[in-house]
């Protein structure tokens, strides 16, 4: 069956623009999540969400990162106002539930921002 | 607060050997599942291990097995008979408590040289 799906696979954004990212999780996953991943580090948690709601959105860096999932299926992650240090790949990741079921992820989307 | 410590950044080994990575971890929980993701350059984050801790027995998938220390924290992996396609990025990752998503350690990159 289909994968976690990310679009775009990268996007190109100047300091101080807006820009969306989607994912689209297997269906039928529950649990939504997003990770933040900068070069030669591993993934940072950013925000989960059961169903529609943000179970835990403690990884947020700050006010200028928003995410919604508003039907429980596809998620939009929204970062306003871009800057340099915002350049990561983001990547997404879905599962039927937390704890003992492992999370599928996808294939990210690398952001830049110049 | 939950680490995962994984302190060996590179590694290489030769086609067909054995190779060990190690992983650490601080967790205040008694029953949680423990994971081994593997990062590939194509980016996708591939599930390629897990292990209950509440089981003693060590979780094994063809190639790949881990040596679970629960008292020591240690949750290592094993490749045997290495492969040219197991060169990748290789993630340790538990989740911080019961509910919460996976933390990932830093990472280790394993080269496997012909």
């Known amino acids: 069956g289909a994968g976690v799906s990310q679009t775009p696979s990268n996007k190109v954004t100047e300091k101080g623009k807006y820009v969306e990212l989607r994912c689209d999780p297997i269906?039928?996953?529950?649990?939504l999540y997003w990770y933040r991943q900068s070069l030669g580090q591993g993934p940072e948690f950013l925000i989960y969400?059961?169903?529609?709601?943000?179970?835990?959105d403690s990884g947020l860096p700050n006010d200028r990162f928003f995410a919604v999932r508003p039907e429980g299926s596809v998620s939009t992650l929204k970062i306003q106002r871009t800057e340099r240090g915002d350049s990561a790949v983001y990547l997404c990741?879905?599962?039927?539930?937390?704890?003992?079921?492992?999370?599928?992820f996808g294939n990210g989307t690398r952001l830049t921002v110049t | 607060a939950q680490t995962v410590t994984q302190s060996q950044p590179e590694m290489s080994v030769q086609e067909a050997e054995t190779v060990t990575l190690s992983c650490t971890y601080d967790?205040?929980?008694?029953?949680?599942?423990l994971f081994w993701y593997k990062q590939p350059p194509s980016r996708q984050m591939i599930l390629v291990i897990r292990?209950?801790?509440?089981?003693?027995q060590n979780a094994t998938e063809n190639r790949f097995s881990v040596n679970f220390q629960k008292a020591a924290k240690s949750f290592s992996l094993k490749i045997s008979d290495s492969q040219l396609g197991d060169t990748a990025m290789y993630f340790c990752?538990?989740?911080?408590?019961?509910?919460?998503?996976?933390?990932f350690g830093k990472g280790t990159r394993l080269s496997v040289i012909a």
């Open positions: 990741a879905s599962s039927l539930g937390q704890g003992r079921s492992p999370l599928h």
């Open positions: 269906s039928g996953h529950t649990a």
């Open positions: 969400f059961q169903g529609t709601g943000a179970a835990d």
């Open positions: 967790t205040s929980e008694n029953n949680y599942y």
């Open positions: 292990q209950e801790a509440y089981k003693q």
């Open positions: 990752a538990l989740p911080i408590s019961g509910n919460t998503p996976l933390v």
